[in-house]
């Protein structure tokens, strides 16, 4: 007889060792965290869940207690403010994380940093995959959000300065010299 398990408190090693699978959706909306860094959700907004699926799984290690896996894969779609053109520009997000639970915060540390395909935590009674996923999505988000090519040509605004770079900059002073080097004509 399978066993239900609770996404929102799930005990990790028993879903592990009944090998058990859950998946469904959560309402973007409910990912407060997550939606800091984002347009709000509107009607335009890409999607309004987050699709998810996990699968637990457990490995007999000679000697020790066995290895407590979980797989987990999260597929959203947000929009963020493009840092080139400040249109909102959709950004996907698409995360598969290799988790491993074991025994003890210190040894989930110390594995952790050992480890590069997989990320070690520490077993609790319960764990909580929504927030655990809105980690996931959270560090999966780009630091700079911006088009691959953005819609439209580049607005000269004064808002533009905020994010000017420092090749703008060397341009404006640039610009600024031959104004002085031409005695103040008007430039072209
Ligand atoms: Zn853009």
Same mark, same amino acid.
């Given at each position: 007889m399978s066993v239900a398990f609770d %996404?929102?408190? +799930?005990?990790v090693a028993a879903f592990a060792q009944a090998e058990g699978r859950l998946g469904g959706e959560w309402p973007l909306a409910a990912l407060t965290r997550l939606l800091q860094d984002a347009l709000p959700l509107s =009607?335009? /907004? %890409?999607?309004?869940v987050v699709a998810w699926s996990a699968r637990g799984s457990r490995k007999a290690v000679t000697g020790g207690d066995p290895e407590i896996r979980l797989l987990l894969r999260a597929h959203t779609a947000l929009q963020m403010s493009c840092q080139r053109c400040l249109q909102p520009v959709t950004v996907e997000l698409d995360v598969q994380p290799r988790l491993r639970f074991v025994r003890g915060e210190q040894l989930a540390e110390t594995l952790d940093e050992d480890s590069e395909d997989e990320d070690v935590l520490a077993l609790t009674a319960t764990l909580d995959l929504q927030a655990l996923t809105e980690d996931e999505l959270i560090l999966a988000l780009p630091l700079v959000p911006r088009?691959?090519?953005?819609?439209?040509? +580049? %607005?000269? /605004? =004064?808002?533009e300065d905020e994010i000017a770079s420092a090749d703008d900059s060397e341009r404006a002073f640039a610009g600024l010299a031959s104004l002085l080097r031409d005695g103040g004509s008007k430039p072209s």
């Open positions: %996404p929102r408190r +799930l005990d =009607a335009d /907004s %890409p999607a309004t088009h691959e090519h953005c819609p439209q040509p +580049l %607005p000269m /605004s =004064a808002g």
